[in-house]
């Protein structure tokens, strides 16, 4: 049998003996199912009268129970260490692109790394990037990025006159009295950022996704190796109830 095969056997299984054996101990924690009686009636004289027998029959016995017990935890125990036994076999190296990046790695390690690499590409995915309406260059110094200059005016009103109609002898100027924009200075923006290029996290996303693939492979790999079936169920039992 393949491992792969066994591990959904082994699932259903466990779900289904973990049901039967607490409905055995409902059963079992049921001291009435166990007693029963029997009881005659014998007169002692003519005045005594003739009553029919009682009784109350026995409903289960503890060796049936531990019977059943044991059969049940037998296969399940069985079913477990036939899966064990057989993930202490079950490797397989994980291979990107033609290079194996970690060799004979067990089928539980596996697993996890599954799980971790998915939780590690969100994580990638959401780091900060930069705007890329910025133009940027590294920062050797202190390892910032940096963007190109970029200036912009400051600017002042400043009040102005303008004569509408000159002065007569007999009548003063007329005047129009504005205001016009004046540059008093320039501003030099330079931004300066800790995050990456995008292209950085899509290298990086496409670098663990063909990671997780690879291992994903090779649990595959991994699972379809061939396994023996375990009897250790039996040994348990006979040691516990002698």
């Known amino acids: 049998m393949k491992l ?7 699932q259903k299984t466990r779900t289904r003996v973990h049901r ?5 101990y409902r059963k079992a924690c049921q001291p009435d199912h166990f007693n029963g009686f029997v009881r005659t009636y014998q007169k002692v004289d003519d005045d005594g009268g003739e009553l029919p027998p009682e009784s109350k ?5 503890v060796d049936e129970i531990l019977a059943e017990l044991r059969r049940l935890s037998t296969e399940r125990i069985d079913a477990v260490a036939t899966k064990e036994w057989g993930n ?14 970690v060799a004979d790695v067990p089928v539980g390690c596996l ?28 920062d050797r110094g202190d390892g910032l990025f940096r963007s190109e200059p970029a200036t912009t005016l400051k600017m002042r009103k400043v009040p102005r006159s303008h004569v509408l109609v000159p002065a007569t002898e007999h009548h003063p100027a007329q005047a129009e009295t504005y205001h016009e924009d004046v540059i008093v200075g320039e501003w030099t923006r330079v931004l300066r950022s800790g995050a990456v290029h995008q292209v950085r996290v899509d290298d990086l996303s496409r670098r663990i996704v063909k990671l997780r693939d690879a291992v994903i492979s090779a649990r595959q790999a991994a699972n379809a190796i061939d396994i023996d079936e375990k009897k250790i169920g039996s040994a348990i039992f006979e040691y516990i109830l002698g």
Not at 89 to 100: E, G
């Open 57 to 61: 029959r026995v409903q289960l016995k």
């Open 20 to 24: 039967e054996v607490t409905d055995l």
């Open 88 to 101: 202490t076999k079950a490797k397989a190296d994980i291979v990107v692109d033609d290079q194996t990046v």
């Open 111 to 138: 697993l996890f790394l599954e799980k971790q690499l998915d939780e590690l590409l969100v994580f990638i995915r959401g780091l900060p990037t930069l705007d890329p309406s910025e133009s940027w260059e590294l």
């Open 4 to 10: 792969s095969q066994h591990l959904g056997v082994e």
